[in-house]
């Protein structure tokens, strides 16, 4: 067992190269498989990963990062916050724990949102004044003695005390003036008790994550941080501490954790070049391992390593250990690039998670025997990236004059009331009109037709007729259940966002680019490599057909601008502004084709919102200017009696509340059913007067809600929403969901609304 730390990764992919995760969760929910079973591909996929990560030639591993759900549900089972509503259920530890996730009929599951600015969800845990904190699972040793027992020497990775504490709310019965973080000491109590059983079953390393604190932290924070930190520290009884702080710079933080009683700090250097100057100077680090996070974690362009190496020696002698590794857990990037039939010169631009480790080993051979050491890797990463920045394909002319040419008239529309008669007029919806977020069940039947379409047994001909039969049969359910506006249902879809970039100029997709996020959720982001355009229309057809087939209105739908740059891997050699402007034009372009069509409602889908804010208040303002302004320009080619709606959903919608507003859309709808309709006071507060359509069912659920508690929902929101502004409809699209469960949960959504409309009447 080695006493340093030398090269490493902070994490590591856990859904299985190919999905097999995925599929073991999905078959024991379902009922297909059992218990034993799905530990049995778990035990599997820890044992592939630590063994990859072994013979890589890295000299520390990272632990404990295998997942059934999540990492910060992982941590809440550890240390014993469980709901009491949950215990009742009289269900098994697992099941348990699944109920946590994913909820079961009686009792809705734990609310969701996003890891920081990714797009990874977490389950946000429930604290309070009498949350019982003990050492309730011992997974992190027990998963350090099974790779023990294979000869790995792991350093199990835990989700840090404060980070936990702060991404969790108050549970239902705190007292108004609680916070989670005033429980810090009793929770520190049984992180003192766990770093005492791993050292007993002898780990080394322990890795604690604390990425709360690239974010804006109060004095009080700062101060539990350094407090939490020397009382962890000073344990007589302890492994070895790695601190990893990530996704922005650390401010304060970084002068508190340096000079505590630690043993090594992880600091991201890719967000946060600059801490590669304030490192030297910082007071504590001399006694300590840096662990210099040279390497991109969250995006996929090979890593400059004549860049990076120049970075680390500026940092030799600035720690008493410099290590090397990647800015963050690799979770968030795809397994292996070998495999993908990409274009050749574009696949030579890119790293994934094994290309990624292999980076690190270069990076650190390199520091401890000479770049000469390395010179082939070097040269190829050199070529890789000198081709990059000189690559036509990745610049049009025509693209880049467009995007000159913008006037701030070209991001904006009349006012709301002007557009609120005309579309009342054109419309005649009744009042709390209902609908749905815009994707239906994607059947069996239907992704088959996709993969036939992309082996070759099928020609285009005979799957546009069965993507055809399949949005015949939606419009037909929907009419049956009495929505009000109908969606075509989405089966041509891949993904909302993979779907758009296969249209667009400038992308390229993967065929197993698999990353997680959340539970057994896995998307493909895109690759948008260069400037963007639109040569053809992407979803006229499929809009106008679904419309021939009723006279109801059918919305149009589109993924916006800054949800496509969140929900891809961007390009990085060239402001993120102005790659927002080039995708939304292309949007624009779409919009008045699909209003040219007969498409008298479009909805242009913004998500991803929230996520792409900065950690820190004062680049706050910057993003959101350029985010509002590119979902304008999106849509502001729509004629008053075209109705743009949007869809946001599982973010902290507080701090882009007024973003919100200012996006202009004639109707928001949002994710509200696990807030139990919070975010309406938070849009009320900010004068919000359009129509604003709160989620009243969350499809991230299996659970089928009753119509009573739908109802209960619609008069909640009523208090805050008069009837006139309020919309119907689920939390989210029902992609993922079955038939039986959204044929069953929209007729008792209808059921509601229908009642709620009589009382109002």
Not at 640 to 664: K, N, P, R
């Amino acid at each position: 067992m080695t006493s340093t730390i030398g090269s490493t990764v902070l994490g590591y992919p856990r859904i299985g190269p190919n999905r097999e995760l995925k599929r073991a969760l999905e078959s024991y929910w379902s009922g297909s498989s059992d218990e034993a079973e799905l530990r049995d591909v778990a035990r599997q996929l820890r044992v592939g990963s630590w063994t990859v990560l072994r013979d890589s030639g890295l000299d520390s591993i990272p632990g404990n990062t295998f997942s059934y759900y999540d990492q910060v549900l992982d941590t809440a089972v550890t240390v014993g916050a469980v709901p009491q509503r949950y215990r009742e259920l009289g269900l098994d530890s697992l099941d348990t724990y699944f109920a946590m996730a994913r909820g079961v009929e009686s009792t809705p599951p734990l609310e969701m949102t996003k890891w920081f600015d990714t797009n990874y969800h977490y389950l946000v845990p429930e604290i309070g004044p009498d949350t019982t904190f003990v050492l309730s699972d011992r997974t992190p040793v027990d998963q350090f003695r099974e790779a023990a027992a294979l000869g790995i020497t792991t350093r199990p990775v835990l989700v840090g005390p404060l980070t936990f504490l702060l991404l969790s709310k108050s549970d239902g019965n705190a007292p108004e003036a609680f916070r989670p973080l005033d429980r810090i000491d009793d929770l520190v109590g049984v992180y003192a008790d766990l770093l005492a059983e791993l050292r007993r079953a002898g780990v080394e390393w322990v890795q604690l994550d604390e990425p709360a604190f690239a974010a804006d932290r109060t004095p009080a924070e700062l101060e539990a941080l350094r407090e939490a930190y020397r009382r962890l520290g000073s344990l007589t009884e302890r492994p070895k501490l790695l601190v990893a702080g990530y996704f922005g710079d650390l401010g304060d933080a970084l002068g508190v954790l340096a000079s505590s009683p630690i043993d090594g700090l992880a600091v991201d250097l890719v967000t946060d070049p600059a801490a590669a100057i304030s490192l030297p100077t910082q007071t504590g680090m001399q006694d300590k391992t840096l662990v210099a996070g040279l390497v991109d974690g969250r995006n996929i362009w090979r890593t400059d390593l004549d860049k990076a190496l120049t970075t680390a020696t500026t940092l030799l002698g600035s720690a008493g250990e410099l290590a090397v590794g990647t800015s963050c857990s690799l979770l968030h990037v795809p397994y292996d690039v070998e495999p993908e039939d990409i274009d050749p010169q574009i696949k030579s631009w890119l790293a994934f998670a094994a290309q990624k480790v292999h980076e690190v080993v270069t990076l650190g051979k390199a520091l401890r025997k000479g770049r000469g050491a390395v010179a082939t890797d070097l040269d190829v990463a050199r070529a890789a990236i000198t081709d990059r920045a000189s690559a036509d394909r990745a610049r049009d002319s025509h693209v880049r004059v467009r995007v000159e040419a913008l006037r701030p008239e070209d991001a904006r529309r009349a006012d709301y009331p002007v557009r609120r008669d005309a579309q009342a007029t054109t419309l005649g919806l009744p009042p709390l009109p209902t609908t749905t977020i815009g994707s239906f069940p994607q059947t069996t039947d239907v992704r088959k037709a996709r993969a036939q379409l992309r082996n070759g047994s099928i020609d285009e001909t005979i799957y546009r007729q069965r993507m055809r039969e399949e949005i015949e049969r939606v419009i037909r359910l929907q009419e049956d259940l009495g929505l009000d506006v109908l969606v075509h249902g989405e089966p041509e879809r891949n993904d909302m966002v993979q779907y758009f970039s296969e249209y667009l100029e400038g992308f390229t997709s993967t065929h197993n680019g698999w990353v997680q996020s959340y539970g057994s959720r896995c998307v493909r982001p895109p690759i948008l490599f260069g400037d963007v355009s639109r040569p053809r229309p992407m979803t006229v057809d499929w809009a106008t057909y679904a419309q021939s087939l009723t006279s109801q209105p059918v919305k149009g739908m589109l993924t916006g601008p800054v949800t496509i740059l969140a929900w891809s891997f961007v390009r990085d050699d060239q402001p993120l502004v102005d790659t927002a402007k080039q995708v939304a034009l292309a949007i624009r372009d779409e919009v008045h084709d699909l209003e040219t069509a007969g498409i008298r409602i479009v909805q242009v889908d913004e998500p991803a919102l929230r996520e792409l804010l900065p950690l820190r208040a004062v680049q706050h303002k910057e993003y959101l200017n350029w985010a509002v302004e590119s979902f304008r320009l999106a849509t502001s080619s729509a004629a008053d009696t075209t109705q743009i709606h949007t869809h946001l959903c599982y973010s902290e919608f507080g701090d882009v509340i007024d973003a919100i507003v200012a996006l202009d859309a004639d109707v928001t709808s949002i994710e509200a059913a696990r807030s139990r309709m919070e975010v309406l006071d938070d849009l009320n507060d900010v004068g919000y007067t359009k129509g604003v359509g709160p989620g009243v069912y969350d499809i991230h659920s299996p659970r089928v809600p009753q119509s009573a508690e739908i109802t209960h929902l619609l008069q909640a929101a009523l208090q805050a929403v008069p009837a006139e502004r309020l919309w119907v409809n689920p939390d989210c699209g029902l992609k993922t969901r079955s038939y039986a469960e959204v044929e069953q949960a929209l007729r008792n959504m209808i059921a509601a609304t229908a009642q709620t409309r009589a009382r109002l009447n």
